[in-house]
């Protein structure tokens, strides 16, 4: 007697944790600040486009996503053959790894950082490189330049990174893929991108170097988080490969239909971008006049460096109605939302003092 056989590759892997929802407390509002989502409701002009698409779910989805790619095509101003639409930019970055690693390799990434990171690299057998963000809760590129060895395959650069808020300065990210040896994938996850104060100018880097990707998603600044739609951009080989890994009918028709609707709109949702930006900037300075050291966020978030008090401050916040999400021992990430929302968070870190 035996038993089906489970990849040690697995063991030791963590689950994915995702944030949890915020439970009411003495007849409040309860809100959720715990998954970095948009608060904002879908557009009246993206529900319509999703409702229609519904009417066809009897029948799988455009596996080529043909609108969809056009509409990215257009929006970013590169060839179709440079893209691949997937399930979530998590998804992108699974498929990137399965499309690049084997038993062994390495994949270096700044640590704390996306909480995928680990579990992804894992999933493909591949090992973990972390190294250590600065003081200022940046990545400390320099420190991930010499971590790279004969078998790294890839490294990520998460800016703005998920969950201390800094980005990578676009001079600095230029600089560092220009001395990342020409065989190692630089995966530059931009999930945030849109938050940030100065773009990165990382999509043109996959222009002139056949060795970055570039991932976007519209889960954050486009409000898409509940429909799963995430994409690279990235030389046609490396593109190509991901579409060959990526899972068949992964993105569905609401997906797409959404998708090209938002990117439609997009004035109307970058308006929203622009009052969630100005209120992260408002609620981050608050909080740093309270006392609390803050590290710069150009993300729809922001860090509390919380070390030891970390599970204590994240009940006092469940208490109060406020899903917030703890990293034990580390820190507190605090999703942007609503004015009253970020107010509430001001509340409770005026209450408990820095
Ligand atoms: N990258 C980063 C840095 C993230 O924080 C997230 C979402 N939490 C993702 C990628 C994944 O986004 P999605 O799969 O929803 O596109």
Redesign the pocket.
């Given at each position: 007697m035996g038993e089906p056989r489970i990849r040690t590759a697995l063991d030791g892997v963590p689950d994915y944790r995702p944030g949890r929802p915020p439970s009411a407390a003495d007849g409040r509002v309860p809100y959720k600040l715990s998954?970095?989502e948009n608060p904002y409701p879908p557009l009246p002009g993206v529900l319509a486009a999703v409702t229609e698409a519904a009417a066809r779910m009897n029948r799988y989805p455009d596996m080529g996503a043909v609108d969809l790619y056009a509409a990215l095509s257009r929006h970013h101003a590169v060839p179709v053959s440079d893209l691949a639409v997937a399930t979530?930019?998590?998804?992108v970055?699974y498929h990137l790894l399965q499309a690049t690693c084997e038993h062994g390799d390495e994949v270096v990434y700044a640590w704390r950082s996306?909480e995928?990171y680990p579990i992804a690299v894992r999933l493909v057998g591949a090992t973990p490189v972390e190294v250590p963000l600065t003081s200022a809760a940046e990545h400390d590129l320099e420190a991930m330049l010499a971590a790279i060895g004969e078998r790294t395959r890839v490294v990520v650069v998460?800016t703005p990174n998920?969950p201390t808020g800094p980005g990578v300065g676009s001079d600095a990210l230029a600089e560092f893929v220009a001395r990342v040896p020409e065989d190692v994938l630089v995966v530059v996850?931009e999930?945030?991108a849109e938050f940030a104060a100065k773009p990165t100018r990382a999509l043109e880097l996959t222009r002139t170097r056949d060795n970055v990707v570039v991932?976007r998603?519209f889960?954050k600044a486009y409000g898409l988080?509940g429909l799963?739609v995430?994409y690279a951009v990235a030389p046609a080989r490396i593109a190509s490969a991901v579409r060959k890994v990526a899972l068949p009918f992964g993105v569905s028709d609401l997906a797409q239909a959404a998708a090209v609707a938002s990117l439609d709109a997009e004035e109307e949702l970058l308006d929203r971008v622009d009052a969630l930006v100005a209120e992260r900037d408002r609620t981050v300075a608050a909080a740093r006049e309270l006392g609390w050291p803050v590290p710069d966020s150009q993300a729809n978030f922001f860090w509390l460096p919380t070390a030891g008090r970390t599970t204590e401050v994240a009940e006092v916040f469940a208490r109060d109605g406020l899903a917030v999400r703890p990293f034990a021992g580390d820190g507190i990430r605090v999703t942007i939302g609503e004015r009253d929302a970020n107010d509430r968070v001001l509340e409770v870190l005026r209450r408990l003092g820095s």
């Amino acid at each position: 007697m035996g038993e089906p056989r489970i990849r040690t590759a697995l063991d030791g892997v963590p689950d994915y944790r995702p944030g949890r929802p915020p439970s009411a407390a003495d007849g409040r509002v309860p809100y959720k600040l715990s998954s970095n989502e948009n608060p904002y409701p879908p557009l009246p002009g993206v529900l319509a486009a999703v409702t229609e698409a519904a009417a066809r779910m009897n029948r799988y989805p455009d596996m080529g996503a043909v609108d969809l790619y056009a509409a990215l095509s257009r929006h970013h101003a590169v060839p179709v053959s440079d893209l691949a639409v997937a399930t979530g930019s998590v998804a992108v970055l699974y498929h990137l790894l399965q499309a690049t690693c084997e038993h062994g390799d390495e994949v270096v990434y700044a640590w704390r950082s996306f909480e995928a990171y680990p579990i992804a690299v894992r999933l493909v057998g591949a090992t973990p490189v972390e190294v250590p963000l600065t003081s200022a809760a940046e990545h400390d590129l320099e420190a991930m330049l010499a971590a790279i060895g004969e078998r790294t395959r890839v490294v990520v650069v998460c800016t703005p990174n998920n969950p201390t808020g800094p980005g990578v300065g676009s001079d600095a990210l230029a600089e560092f893929v220009a001395r990342v040896p020409e065989d190692v994938l630089v995966v530059v996850d931009e999930a945030y991108a849109e938050f940030a104060a100065k773009p990165t100018r990382a999509l043109e880097l996959t222009r002139t170097r056949d060795n970055v990707v570039v991932l976007r998603t519209f889960s954050k600044a486009y409000g898409l988080a509940g429909l799963r739609v995430g994409y690279a951009v990235a030389p046609a080989r490396i593109a190509s490969a991901v579409r060959k890994v990526a899972l068949p009918f992964g993105v569905s028709d609401l997906a797409q239909a959404a998708a090209v609707a938002s990117l439609d709109a997009e004035e109307e949702l970058l308006d929203r971008v622009d009052a969630l930006v100005a209120e992260r900037d408002r609620t981050v300075a608050a909080a740093r006049e309270l006392g609390w050291p803050v590290p710069d966020s150009q993300a729809n978030f922001f860090w509390l460096p919380t070390a030891g008090r970390t599970t204590e401050v994240a009940e006092v916040f469940a208490r109060d109605g406020l899903a917030v999400r703890p990293f034990a021992g580390d820190g507190i990430r605090v999703t942007i939302g609503e004015r009253d929302a970020n107010d509430r968070v001001l509340e409770v870190l005026r209450r408990l003092g820095s």
